[in-house]
């Protein structure tokens, strides 16, 4: 039985790091040679085309079929001329990849030969069936046919033999069906929305761009090890195992020597990272052992989230090529710290100023308030749609412990800037202002020390943090597209500065000076929003009452966190935004409540067949050879001797026995539970109940499993332990 295991366990010691193809030359000199990036437009495409390409990225203009019909055959040139024999249209459907189907450039030549061709139309767009991605009620409503639509503002790449080029997957009539579609739309609506604000401090700005720096944390496993574990291999987390004796109690792995195995993974994938133009500049060992993080330098928000996208494509192969497999799952190990993908967010303008850095005068502080204080009433209003946009059957694993932060959002802002808004809230006065309060007032606020102290993970409890010169979105899980919550965190404070600019533009209107105008709004959206400024430790039993007495929402289930983007306040902002009709978000928030039943159901299958299969047999096993040996015991001594020789194990039979009885009853309720959870019609409904009737089982029965490993001979135990998926590298 535990056969498996030791085999594994064999195979792993034999393992040495394996060397790397490593380009000789400097990165700057091989940066992006994969990457169809201006120099290389510059260079296959004529001015013209170039031009067009340049004005949709900057401007968003339409690229006409006679312009795509060049910059396919300057990219077809590029392409073949790299090793291409494919072009794929590579887009975010809504599960937790990317999707791409690869077609050769070869067409029929005139004397039955092949040649090799592609035209603007293959580029501009394609029509993939949609049927099999997820769309909600979308595809039943309308038609099965699915648009993918070339999208210029993130650069086309070679993957392997393969030119790729990133699109937008739209419905036959119109529906988005991914994530990049949705993200495009927010951040066109915050660029106009933060433009518009902007304007009141300097005239110049004319664009705002959203950045994004992510944070990618995750476990490496030894590929044999992991081979031996189908909870990992079909739910990506241990489903069962018990704690290690010694995990991360010591803090001895965070930052600590990278293991040498693991140091060439992360140089090779840095390598074709840096091949595809990714900017990747950080690794670290993280807290848990075998885990951690690699982080790129921020870029623009959709560039820098196809980044990750295609990042964890790339890590995931290369991990094998290292004889590793990567976990990118949220909380793979109970117990100890699971994995998180910070979204470190900010707003930058055209004129290169970053809205959330405070600057060396009285003006741009007042500019670095603004942005921060209608973020901070961005936050407060959409709490629920911001958690619903995170909170995933797998992130509800991690968020509450272990550095993660809790499911009640609050908003840190260290305390300088706190005590800034307290200042500026006593300043400003209900009456106009004299010169002289303005003067000082102003004097208060360009006394910002204009390097904010790095606030970098002080909080690891708070879910959005304020970083010296960025929010923090601590907690987005390290599984998920960050589209989903870059949509809801850019729609919300779009639609806050345009609420913003409204009342101040009105305040002007009746008169008011444009300053005092925006002092005034600032201050009421100071004490509005006091309720979700929190610096102290999201974990306290006293911070859960006090978020309470604050009226802010504690939602820890999924079920009840997705119901948020069905509320009709929040469907408004999504319309009103032009981010979703109300189709679009019924459809997908579908496909949610659809996917939290899947993995729950599956997981439940998964652990019911393991407890059966591997784990029933092992214990009935062990105690069989307790049984034996009892047995001699008995024939051998006589009766009160054998009474104190067998007791324990006569106590150990009992143990062992009843973990058994148990895991086989709950076992049966479980799938008790499913059967009946699958009749609920209804996808909501059927989700509670799975929540409420199903996941309860896992915990249940992992408990009785995790008791017999502590018990069931060594020898014996089929399943690698966490001291070894864990301390193994
Ligand atoms: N060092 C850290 O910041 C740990 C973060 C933690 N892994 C999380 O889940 O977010």
């Known amino acids: ?307 990750n996208q295609l990042c964890m494509d790339i890590m995931q192969k290369i991990a094998r090529r290292h004889k590793f497999r990567i976990l990118f799952h949220e909380k793979p190990f109970a117990g100890i710290n699971g994995s998180g993908k910070h979204n470190n967010w900010s707003l930058s303008t055209n004129t290169g100023v970053n809205l959330y850095s405070p600057g060396k005068n009285p003006k741009s502080n007042l500019q670095f308030l603004t942005f921060v204080i209608n973020t901070l009433k961005a936050v407060f209003d959409n709490q629920d749609l911001l958690r619903a946009s995170i909170l995933t059957s797998s992130n509800q694993h991690r968020l509450g412990a272990n550095e993660a932060p809790p499911s009640i959002i609050s908003v840190f802002l260290g305390t300088e800037v706190s005590a800034m808004l307290d200042l500026m809230e006593e300043a400003v006065v209900d009456r106009k202002m004299t010169p002289d309060e303005k003067t000082a007032l102003k004097l208060n606020i360009g006394r910002i020390p204009e390097i904010i102290l790095d606030n970098t993970d002080r909080n690891r409890t708070s879910p959005f943090a304020f970083t010296g010169n960025r929010f923090e979105f601590r907690a987005v899980g390290s599984m998920a597209n960050n589209a989903s919550a870059l949509i809801v965190l850019n729609t919300a404070v779009a639609d806050q500065l345009k609420k913003f600019k409204a009342e101040v533009d009105a305040h002007i209107e009746k008169g008011v000076k444009k300053d005092e105008a925006i002092f005034q709004v600032l201050k009421t959206l100071i004490i509005d929003t006091k309720p979700i400024r929190f610096n102290g430790d999201g974990y306290s039993v006293d911070w859960v009452k006090e978020a309470e007495k604050r009226g802010l929402s504690n939602i820890g289930n999924v079920p009840d966190s997705l119901a948020a983007y069905l509320r009709e306040d929040y469907i408004d902002l999504f319309k009103r935004n032009g981010i979703f009709n109300k189709t679009e978000i019924e459809g997908r928030v579908e496909v949610e409540y659809e996917k939290f039943i899947m993995k729950v159901q599956i997981e439940s299958r998964v652990l019911a067949d393991i407890a059966i299969n591997h784990i029933v047999p092992t214990a009935v096993e062990y105690q069989t050879m307790l049984l034996e040996n009892v047995k001699n015991l008995k024939e051998v001594f006589p009766e009160e001797e054998f009474l104190s020789l067998a007791g324990g194990r006569l106590d150990l039979i009992r143990e062992v026995g009843s973990h058994i009885s148990a895991i086989k009853a709950k076992r049966k309720e479980m799938i008790a539970a499913r059967s009946k959870a699958n009749k609920v019609e209804d996808v909501i409904d059927r989700s509670k109940e799975y929540d409420k009737e199903v996941r309860p089982f896992l915990d249940d029965i992992r408990d009785h499993i995790d008791r017999l490993e502590l018990i069931v001979d060594n020898e014996k135990w089929p399943l690698p332990k966490y001291r070894e998926l864990l301390f193994i590298r």
């Open 1 to 307: 039985m535990a056969q498996f295991r030791f085999k594994a366990l064999d195979e792993v010691l034999n393992r040495k790091p394996i060397e790397i193809e490593r380009e000789n030359n400097l990165v700057s000199d091989y940066y992006g040679m994969l990457v169809f990036d201006q120099a290389k437009m510059k260079k296959y495409l004529s001015r013209e085309a170039y031009k067009a390409v340049t004005d949709a990225v900057e401007r968003g203009t339409i690229i006409d079929r006679k312009m795509a019909d060049q910059v396919a055959q300057g990219m077809k040139a590029w392409a073949i001329e790299n090793g291409a024999t494919h072009y794929t249209h590579w887009f975010h459907p809504l599960t937790d990849g990317t999707a791409e189907k690869h077609d050769a450039f070869i067409v029929h030549g005139a004397d039955g030969s092949v040649i090799e061709s592609f035209s603007g139309t293959l580029l501009a767009q394609q029509e993939p069936d949609a049927s099999s991605f997820p769309s909600g009620g979308i595809r039943q409503t309308f038609e099965a046919r699915g648009y993918t639509a070339w999208d210029p503002s993130s650069p086309a790449f070679i993957s392997e033999t393969t030119l790729t080029i990133p699109t937008i997957f739209i419905s036959y009539t119109g529906e988005a069906l991914d994530y990049k579609t949705p993200l495009l739309r927010a951040l066109n609506t915050i660029d106009k929305a933060a433009t518009g604000v902007c304007q009141y401090f300097d005239k110049n700005v004319s664009r705002v761009t959203a950045n994004l720096g992510w944070e990618q944390e995750y476990f490496l496993i030894d590929e044999a090890l992991y081979m031996a574990r189908p909870d990992l291999m079909l739910t990506g987390r241990t489903l069962m195992g018990h704690a290690s004796s010694k995990d991360q109690q010591l803090d001895d792995h965070y930052f600590s020597s990278i293991p040498t195995r693991v140091n060439k993974f992360m140089q090779d994938v840095e390598n074709e990272a840096y091949k595809l133009g990714i900017p990747v500049k950080t690794r670290h060992n993280e807290v848990a052992p075998n885990q951690f993080e690699l982080a790129p330098i921020y870029e623009e928000a959709n560039l820098a989230n196809d980044h």
